[in-house]
């Protein structure tokens, strides 16, 4: 059964900084993308970053670009999102997600695989 489990999320000040983490089992991610989707109440589901597992390519959102970055540790079978300098507009349900989807990374209908996503809160 194939599995991305989100976790990492929480309350942090404007300023701060948390580590998403995205577990992956179940298969063979090998050439895959893992994205990371975020979404707040009323509005659609968007990009934030990417990473392809292959290569380590990363992509960014312009909004997260210079804040956030996106790595993979093959061997754990994990993807991260660092996300430093936090805003109170970065308050979201964050999900990762893979599928076979570059360089069209930003499009989630391309995506497979979603996690159950981890909600993070900044307090300004």
């Known amino acids: 059964q194939v599995q991305l489990v989100d976790s990492g999320g929480g309350l942090v000040q404007a300023g701060g900084s948390l580590r998403l983490s995205c577990v992956h089992s179940?298969?063979?991610?090998?050439?895959?993308?893992m994205g990371w989707f975020r979404q707040v109440p009323g509005k659609d589901q968007e990009f934030v970053a990417a990473i392809t597992l292959s290569g380590a390519t990363t992509y960014y959102a312009d909004s997260v670009k210079g804040r956030f970055t996106a790595s993979s540790d093959n061997a754990k079978s994990a993807v991260y999102l660092q996300m430093n300098s936090l805003k109170p507009e970065d308050t979201a349900v964050y999900s990762c997600?893979?599928?076979?989807?570059?360089?069209?990374?930003?499009?989630?209908?391309?995506?497979?695989?979603w996690g159950q996503g981890t909600q993070v809160t900044v307090s300004s």
């Open positions: 179940g298969r063979s991610f090998s050439g895959y993308t």
């Open positions: 997600a893979a599928g076979r989807t570059a360089p069209w990374v930003s499009q989630k209908s391309r995506y497979d695989y």
